[in-house]
């Protein structure tokens, strides 16, 4: 067996055949989505709200919820179809759960699937990223930050 370099000539870099790219430009491997949001962009608990589309190859590898200043109740964040419903592309609480750990009150909160066995998701087609309170919400604000590498 012998060691078959990919790198660049220069030794260090890799080839750019096999560099990721994003809008023409190189890219570091994890994707971020950042989404701010208060509690009057989800204030019904009977509506799932859709926050940004993922694309097609994602593999979501990590989520975290800032909360800066607390919400009267808990959010749901996950990963839907086009209709914020879930399905074969996920399920409305795959990201965070509120029922796993009260994730309302200031302070951030990783991964917090309610099986606790959250380990990624592949996006094998359009997903979108979801949220739906747990009860109206009145008061609140935070900050989500999905993390993902684009596989394909």
């Known amino acids: 067996m012998a060691n078959v370099s990919l790198l660049a000539p220069d030794g260090v870099n890799p080839k750019a055949s096999i560099l990721g ?15 701010k949001l208060g509690h ?60 796993a750990v009260n994730n309302h009150a200031v302070g951030v909160y990783k991964h917090l699937h309610a099986s606790n066995n959250y380990n990624g998701h592949l996006c094998v087609t359009d997903s979108y990223i979801v949220a739906s309170a747990t009860a109206d919400l009145s008061a609140g604000a935070g900050t989500l930050v999905v993390e993902y590498i684009k596989t394909l």
């Open 21 to 35: 790219k994003k809008d023409g430009a190189e890219r570091g491997a994890t994707n971020q989505m950042v989404i």
């Open 40 to 99: 009057a962009d989800i204030p019904t608990a009977a509506n799932t709200y859709v926050l940004g589309k993922l694309p097609v190859g994602a593999a979501v590898v990590g989520v975290t919820w800032i909360v800066t200043t607390a919400f009267t109740d808990g959010i749901d964040f996950g990963i839907s179809d086009v209709d914020g419903t879930s399905g074969t592309e996920g399920d409305l609480d795959i990201l965070q759960d509120d029922s």
